[in-house]
């Protein structure tokens, strides 16, 4: 539970706000490269922590996040025309480069518009083109070093990147990203009127999925359903913190999922074994009442094939069945398809896909949810610390200090993933093993 003001300060985001301030202290995604592929292309509007830009890419492939109002008498340069040196304003011509420098003004003779161009010049923020994204830097300090996030350092072959819109605060939506818990229920699937693994209830069930020969990747989706109560354990590092948690086995063995949390708005997300995908999303508010979750899935040491980018791309786990504009085919205002009958025979939400599951129970919390009525339990952990974390964020940027990570771009090259601990074995004496990208012993809390 927070106070008012603690969920005031946590979800908003504005440029005079203290969590758009922690925001800004970070690179934010601000459109995926596709999104203005072609070299002179056309421009597009993009809107992020409450403000509104300009992108497009130059004859030259340059990209770059101007200003939307002309300075000359404010039309809006969406409607510019895309032209060697830059986006032309379509109402009188004055020119404009992806620095925001204005390199023409044909209105005027060229004496006077040399004097007039400095004046002219727009706002434009510092990109950087990292892992399919083109990225922002919106603070008003000079921009920090790029994070060394996995997915934007391997080769392009061996990832794929995408976005979905969430119609709801950004806070709350990281939150479901965290909540492990959920899992039991939320994903779970029906079949004769019990809870079973959702990968059991398709059409053709796993040969594996029951008995002896069951392997752990398999068999974790059902002890997520049987186990409804995980136990936790938190590891802060220089850029977040490891969440851990446990079920049961089929043994005394415990069933560990390990979720990232990266300052201020990344998290990889669990249900990895070594060598196999890793996935993760980034949560970037457009307004205080949407965000763009940004989905990433990639292999580290290999390249990944066309079917599953494919399969990806269509809608399949953290990714969303989405259409031309990157909005989610079941959405608010669709009630997610919701399909009772499906709830009472074969999805506990009756809606498919586990993306939308995830997107739907947290727009049904409100646009913002209200933190001050809320009864959480020990399954809360995860949301209590990434509460903690980001408002430390906060008190650190009205203290005047950079918030955690922001100048720690290495402590970004980290992974999530699943793990097993034998009776008796020490999760903390395990994870270095799983996780050697934990150089420095975390600091158990
Ligand atoms: S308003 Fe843009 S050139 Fe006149
Ligand atoms: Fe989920």
New binding site residues.
Partial sequence: MLTAEENETLTRTGPDTLMGRVMRSYWQPALLAREVQEPGGPPVRVKILGEEFIAFRDTEGQAGLIDPR??????D?FFGRNEKGGLR??????QFATSGACIDIP?SPPDIGARIKPKAAIRSLPVAERGDIIWAWMGATAPEPFPQLEFTTVPAANRYVSKKLQQCNWAQAVEGGLDTAHFSYLHAGIRDDERISMLAAGPKPNPLATGQNEPPQIASFRWMIEDSMPRFSVFDHDAGFLICAARKTDDDSQYWRCTQFLMPNHSLAPGSWPGGLQQGQTWVPIDDHHCWIYCFAWYPDRPMADDERRRLSRGFGIFAEIDQGFVPVRRRENLYLLDRHKQKTSAFTGIDGISEQDAAIADSQGYIHDRTRELLGQTDLGVVKFRRTVLAGADAVKAGHAPRGARSPAAYAVHSGDLITAAGEELAGVLPTRFPHLEAAPHHR
């Fill in positions: 002309c300075p000359h008498r404010g039309a340069l304003c379509a109402y009188h011509g004055w209105t």
